[in-house]
Nanobody, 121 residues
């Protein structure tokens, strides 16, 4: 199986910055896309950003220009640099990876447990 471990969440003031990290481990053959999603209280989980193995990125309109996603493909890690944070960014942030395991040739999605980001003064 595959495990994703997120870190870097916490409390930050509006306008501040925070960096989230995610490390994948386990029976990994290869990872294609990696990404970040978030879920605010009482709302559904929303797309934030994704990145391919080649480094192509895609962002939600609500974070474009403020957040930057990056990855180290060799280390199976992905990060999210969050700048100019707003109260509406408050949510649990989840890491996702599309993984082919050493036990199965078919790819599937794996999710982390989430890390809480709170933006408040």
């Amino acid at each position: 199986q595959v495990q994703l471990a997120e870190s870097g969440g916490g409390l930050v003031q509006p306008g501040g910055s925070l960096r989230l990290s995610c490390a994948a481990s386990g029976n990994i053959l290869s990872i294609s896309n990696m990404g970040w999603y978030r879920q605010a209280p009482g709302k559904q989980r929303d797309f934030v950003a994704t990145i391919t193995r080649a480094g192509s990125t895609n962002y939600s309109d609500s974070v474009k220009g403020r957040f930057t996603i990056s990855r180290d493909t060799a280390k199976n890690t992905v990060s999210l640099q969050m700048n100019s944070l707003k109260p509406e960014d408050t949510a649990v942030y989840y890491c996702k990876a599309v993984v082919a395991t050493t036990l199965n040739f078919r790819v599937r999605d794996y999710w982390g447990e989430g890390t809480l980001v709170t933006v408040s003064s």
